[in-house]
């Protein structure tokens, strides 16, 4: 079984930071599996937001939070960041952290995160 917990979200300012963390866990999860951030805010979809390789080298970003921004990951650390600068009250949504696709960087992914709240106030 795997787990991914979701963490540093919250209410920012327009223009603010935050990093979220997901951290992974269960012996059937891979420091080798593609890792993903997605967000939904309601009323819409779920939409991937940023992707990241096994090596941390091959990245993806959505046109609407490319240069603002940034996966990385720790596989010592089985965890995986999303550092977001800029923030726009566009931004507000339910962030998850997503693992394993079958398809990177889209998906479908196998595992799911219960997401966290980030709020951009304008």
């Known amino acids: 079984q795997v787990q991914l917990v979701e963490s540093g979200g919250g209410l920012v300012q327009t223009g603010g930071s935050l990093r979220l963390s997901c951290a992974a866990s269960?012996?059937?999860?891979?420091?080798?599996?593609?890792m993903a951030w997605f967000r939904q805010a309601p009323g819409t979809e779920r939409e991937i937001v940023a992707a990241?390789?096994?090596?941390?080298?091959?990245?993806y970003y959505s046109d609407s939070v490319k240069g603002r921004f940034t996966i990385s990951r720790d596989n010592a650390k089985l965890t995986v960041y999303l550092q977001m600068n800029t923030l726009k009250p566009e931004d507000t949504a339910v962030y998850y952290c997503?693992?394993?696709?079958?398809?990177?960087?889209?998906?479908?992914?196998?595992?799911w995160g219960q997401g966290t709240q980030v709020t951009v106030s304008s």
């Open positions: 269960g012996r059937s999860f891979r420091s080798s599996y593609a």
């Open positions: 997503a693992g394993h696709p079958t398809v990177f960087p889209r998906g479908p992914y196998e595992y």
């Open positions: 990241v390789d096994w090596s941390g080298i091959t990245t």
